[in-house]
């Protein structure tokens, strides 16, 4: 089995997609064009999707007052440092400091403006392939 998506309702879906696609890279495979704003976001290697979406039905949960460690998405990066700054002057906002793991893998975290976390990593050693 395989996974298909990871999805979010959010607020202002359209705005956070198109946010994504400016500055994190993100590529737009669908967007359902309906009333809930459901856009699917693809990652540059185009294994890993994201559908952000506007869903009444369901309440959007406080993701500004919800901790990093309940809830993030997290992305490689070659140069964790510049990669923050440059989100950062994107109008994301620092979460805490970047940490160094023994094993030398780092991880920092931001909130895209928003207010969803964004885990930035930097590992000595990829997760797959």
Do not use: C
């Not at 359209?14 to 400016?22: C, L």
């Not at 737009?28 to 976001?41: E, M, P, S």
């Not at 989100?87 to 780092?106: C, H, M, R, S, Y």
């Amino acid at each position: 089995m395989k996974i298909e998506h990871i999805a979010l309702n959010v607020a202002q879906a359209s705005n956070i997609a198109q946010w994504y696609v400016e500055h994190l890279g993100l590529t737009i495979v669908r967007d359902v064009g309906d009333a809930n704003q459901t856009t699917f976001l693809a990652d540059d290697k185009g294994h890993t999707v994201i559908e952000l979406y506007s869903n009444p039905i369901a309440e959007v949960p406080d993701y500004a007052a919800t901790s990093p460690y309940n809830l993030h998405i997290a992305f490689a990066v070659d140069d964790i440092d510049h990669e923050r700054q440059r989100l950062i002057a994107a109008d994301a906002t620092q979460e805490g400091d970047t940490q160094v793991l023994p094993n030398g893998d780092k991880l920092a975290f931001i909130r895209d403006p928003w207010g969803l976390t964004i885990q930035l990593t930097e590992r000595t050693k990829p997760l797959l392939g």
